[in-house]
């Protein structure tokens, strides 16, 4: 098996947490519970998905932060998703930390409307992991985001408080790019310079809870290169950055992945 499968493997197990929907003002709209289980086939040759749903919750009446550890809820789930790997599609992209992306492989209007893209970033670290869906409508408008929180089943962990600026002060290490274009290459560079992270870097970032932030257009007409990306503060000490890039046809030509640790 490939490096990539290799990678996705980091994400077995039984993950519980929530989706958290927010609409174009940014706003929580609702939560729902649930339970991912990531398991390895017995032939070993393939991974199989299971996703439940329980009701949907109004997000004001839902305590934040998310309580540790968390449990699956009471009642029967409203609703099951299963699907089965035998390999990856190459919009699928996994990073040595196990971290991964995917989304639209074209991101272009159609006659008189756009084809709905969509952007997910996944990020791991030992028993937590955030992903962030973003949506847009077939106007090419940034319809909602979707935040999903995940705990390992059975331990302990927290949610990181949300993201701030102040988070990322301080020396850090760039201790690992990585860079898989469309056509499925992986080129992978380890570093260890001192960096800072400049004001720059922070233009235009949405903050988000659990450490998460992202930085993507709020509407697809006229965007040459589009670049889509990811934050998640895990630690104090651990940054993870994931981007998507488009090129000005609006085909997916590759994406990138950074480690960052406190110096």
Known sequence: MSDQWT????NLGVWQGSFTTFDQLLQPKHVQPSELTLSMAPSGSSIELSLLFWSKQD????????????????????????????GLQPELCFFPTGSFCR?????????????????????????RRHRLVLLWDGSGRLDR????REFRAGCNVEERPAFEPEMLSGDWFLEETNRISGHGEDH???????????????EGLIALPDGGAIRA??????????????????GS?????????YDAKGSWVGADHQLLTRA
Request: aromatic letters at 10%; proline letters at 9%; hydrophobic letters at 50%.
């Open 103 to 127: 989304g639209s492989f074209f991101i272009a209007p159609v006659p008189q409307a756009w084809s709905r893209p969509f952007a997910e970033f996944g990020f791991l670290a030992q028993d």
């Open 237 to 245: 000490d651990r940054i993870e950055k994931i981007v998507r890039r």
């Open 145 to 148: 985001i979707v935040l999903i």
């Open 7 to 10: 990678r996705f493997q980091r």
């Open 59 to 86: 997000a004001a009446t839902v305590s934040s932060p998310v309580a540790s550890p968390v449990a699956a809820p009471a009642g029967d789930p409203v609703k099951r998703i299963s699907q089965h790997f035998s």
């Open 217 to 234: 257009p709020k509407s697809l007409a006229d965007q040459a290169e589009l670049v889509i990306e990811a934050w998640w503060c895990a």
């Open 188 to 202: 992978a560079t380890f570093t260890r310079p001192g960096m800072r992270v400049a004001a720059d870097d922070l």
